[in-house]
């Protein structure tokens, strides 16, 4: 089936670092992938959707300028946290899939993002 | 607008006791329901989904679901919980262009 690695699964930073996530599509090729952000006891909300070999769309609220994405490759996009500060502490998790039109996306494991 | 209601934000049920998770959505054309389940600092894995055909959807681990599109609902159910199912669970409906919208989450726990 289709496997979504995502790395780090943890990362601490200093404000005002940036940090990079990774998503990888190990044994597909996805030609569009999600990123979502879920706070503490919250929902997952989507904040982008990165498609390969264009520019990602970002969803009403988001910084593009912040979250910054790459989808180089069919098997990885990227999702940068610039300048980062405490309250982009979160759990980060992507999605990618097989199924065009059908929803059968895989999610990775997340990463929680703690800024201090 | 699309959007989830999942209106028990904790559930508590006995091991061996059934189960049944709400999940009220809206959205304005034939939808496409999933449950998800996710453990602490997991990602999400798919337990089922509805797209079209038969409203009562088996998934996987024992837990099902079923579609009435009279009440809007889609809603989770298990005839037997395990202490292994104490987790979260998240409803989502498709929200076109392969988007999901989901729910805010029930936590489920399980006493012994």
């Known amino acids: 089936g289709a496997v979504v690695s995502q790395h780090p699964s943890w990362v601490i930073c200093k404000s005002g670092t940036s940090v990079k996530i990774e998503c990888r599509s190990l044994?597909?090729?996805?030609?569009?992938m999600f990123w979502y952000r879920q706070f503490p006891k919250q929902s997952l909300m989507l904040m982008a959707t990165?498609?390969?070999?264009?520019?990602?769309?970002?969803e009403q609220g988001v910084e593009k300028d912040k979250f910054l994405i790459n989808h180089a490759s069919l098997t990885l996009s990227t999702l940068t946290v610039t300048s980062a500060h405490p309250e982009d502490s979160s759990f980060y998790i992507c999605?990618?899939?097989?199924?065009?039109?059908?929803?059968?996306?895989?999610f990775g494991s997340g990463t929680r993002l703690t800024v201090v | 607008a699309q959007s989830v209601t999942q209106p028990d934000i904790h559930i508590t049920v006995s091991e061996g006791a059934s189960l049944e998770l709400r999940c009220n959505y809206s959205y304005g054309a034939t939808p496409y329901l999933f449950w998800y389940v996710q453990s602490p600092g997991q990602g999400l894995q798919l337990l089922l989904k509805?797209?079209?055909?038969?409203?009562l959807v088996q998934g996987i681990k024992g837990f099902e679901a079923e579609f009435k599109r009279s009440q809007s609902s889609f809603n989770l159910r298990k005839p037997s919980v395990h202490w292994s199912d104490a987790a979260e669970y998240f409803c989502a409906v498709g929200a076109g262009g392969n988007k999901l919208v989901f729910g805010a989450g029930t936590i489920l726990r399980v006493k012994s």
């Open positions: 509805y797209f079209s055909g038969d409203t």
């Open positions: 990165s498609n390969e070999g264009s520019k990602a769309t970002y």
């Open positions: 999605s990618a899939g097989l199924d065009e039109g059908t929803y059968g996306y895989t």
């Open positions: 044994d597909f090729q996805a030609t569009t």
